[in-house]
């Protein structure tokens, strides 16, 4: 990734994300059933209370996801995604000054949470919904672009790459082309390897490894792996005990490139993100 590209300002709808450092995103999961926190924020009250603590941190960005893409998750209807996340973003933006990141395929979830002040759209289907490059376009907001092979109920079943890299990027390179084409600016655009998603261990560790490979457009990477199956499969830990190989691989990824860290763990993730800076900016 270039110094260029390195310092571009990331437009989020009425507001901007500083990239020149690697910015850290909350997780909040509105929804009963995501693999690490499902059920703990989907009253509004809970779900304020957990931005709350996750901006004092210093996350920049809160993620609000209503529709769990946990392996074997089933989809949600229109109606009930708008219902957990509308209220969330709205309620964060008038109570914060954060950028809200809203975690949704669903054109009318983005419509409708632009227009209370979402500033990204974080689609891990890559707006692959009919009619989400439409929407999409339509709020002008920050995307991000996620690879992931297969569906969310199915993508862990026997994935397969002839060539990972390649495929990773080939997805990646026609769809950061079809928003382009559906007017999103590049400037706005981010790209997501999509670790987890539609890929063994060995898929994760590899594609990981050759992160600074994998940059469409020399696009900012959006990384995500925090308390992920790569960590438990490779640890042989649960879920609750995954922090240090999460700040491991954020660590990794600080040096490889990425632009945003997506977390549970903000304060330690923040920590382990600063110092790997820091080391890096003293080497000169």
């Given amino acids: 990734m270039t110094d260029a590209v390195r310092a571009r300002w990331l437009p989020c709808g009425s507001q901007r994300l500083d990239l020149s450092m690697t910015r850290i995103m909350g997780i909040l999961n509105v929804t009963p059933d995501s693999f690490s926190d499902g059920g703990h924020f989907n009253q509004l009250d ?32 229109v109606a009930e995604e708008l219902d957990r996340v509308v209220p969330v973003v709205e309620a964060l933006r008038s109570r914060f000054d954060v950028i809200v990141s809203m975690d949704t395929s669903t054109p009318e979830v983005m419509r409708a949470g632009a227009d209370v002040g979402a500033g990204l759209i974080n689609d891990v289907r890559a ?3 009919p009619g989400a490059l439409a929407a999409a376009a339509e709020t002008g907001l920050a995307v991000c672009l996620m690879h992931m092979q297969g569906e969310p109920g199915s993508m862990q079943a026997a994935p397969h790459y002839d060539d990972l890299l390649a495929e990773v990027n080939d997805f990646l390179l026609e769809r950061s082309a079809a928003a382009l084409a559906a007017g999103i600016a590049e400037e706005a655009l981010l790209i997501d390897p999509g670790f987890g998603f539609g ?5 994760n560790l590899q594609l990981f490894a050759r992160m600074p490979e994998v940059a469409p457009l020399q696009r900012p990477l ?4 925090s308390r992920k199956s790569m ?20 660590s990794l990824a600080v040096g ?3 632009r ?4 549970h763990d903000v304060a330690a993730t923040l920590d382990a993100v600063r110092m790997t800076e820091a080391v890096s900016a003293a080497r000169g």
């Fill in 46 to 77: 809970a779900a304020l209370y957990r931005s709350e603590q996750m901006l004092a941190e210093g996350a920049e960005l809160i993620d609000v996801g209503g529709e769990s893409t946990r392996p074997g998750a089933a989809p949600v209807s």
């Fill in 256 to 258: 490889l490139g990425a």
């Fill in 127 to 129: 707006l692959r919904r």
């Fill in 199 to 203: 890929k063994t261990l060995e898929h």
């Fill in 222 to 225: 959006l990384v995500g792996v």
């Fill in 260 to 263: 945003i860290i997506r977390t």
């Fill in 231 to 250: 960590i438990g499969n490779l640890l042989q830990r649960p879920v609750e005990q995954r922090l240090a190989g999460g700040l491991a691989l954020a």
